[in-house]
Nanobody, 125 residues
Framework: QVQLVESGGGSVQAGGSLRLSCAAS????????MGWFRQAPGKEREGIAT???????KYADSVKGRFTISRDSVKNTIYLQMNSLKPEDSAMYYC???????????????????WGQGTQVTVSS
């Protein structure tokens, strides 16, 4: 199983930006679909973005046009650039990996087997 460590969370005002990072313990990009998820208090964990081995991306409607998932293969790191943040984006954000090298990798929680510990994002109005 791949180990994942997130960083980059924090507090920001509405309209601001943050970039989350996820460092993987091994080279993942030719075998794993990578994803970002979030969970707010009292809510279920939701998938917000994925990046498959073909570099195809998928986004939840709630973040489309504001968030961008990307990778740096040399650094073995996945990023989530978050712009135009809203208070409803406040949550614990998790990076995850799915052992899957094909196309069509939607951000479905149950499909992902390796998870990081999470990083908190708080957006104030």
């Amino acid at each position: 199983q791949v180990q994942l460590v997130e960083s980059g969370g924090g507090s920001v005002q509405a309209g601001g930006s943050l970039r989350l990072s996820c460092a993987a313990s091994t080279y993942v990009y030719n075998r794993y679909c990578m994803g970002w998820f979030r969970q707010a208090p009292g809510k279920e964990r939701e998938g917000i973005a994925t990046l498959d081995t073909y570099r195809d991306t998928k986004y939840a409607d709630s973040v489309k046009g504001r968030f961008t998932i990307s990778r740096d293969s040399v650094k073995n790191t996945i990023y989530l650039q978050m712009n135009s943040l809203k208070p409803e984006d406040s949550a614990m954000y998790y990076c995850a990996a799915r052992l899957y090298s094909g196309l069509n990798c939607p951000p479905t929680v149950a499909d992902f087997g390796s998870w990081g510990q999470g990083t908190q994002v708080t957006v104030s109005s």
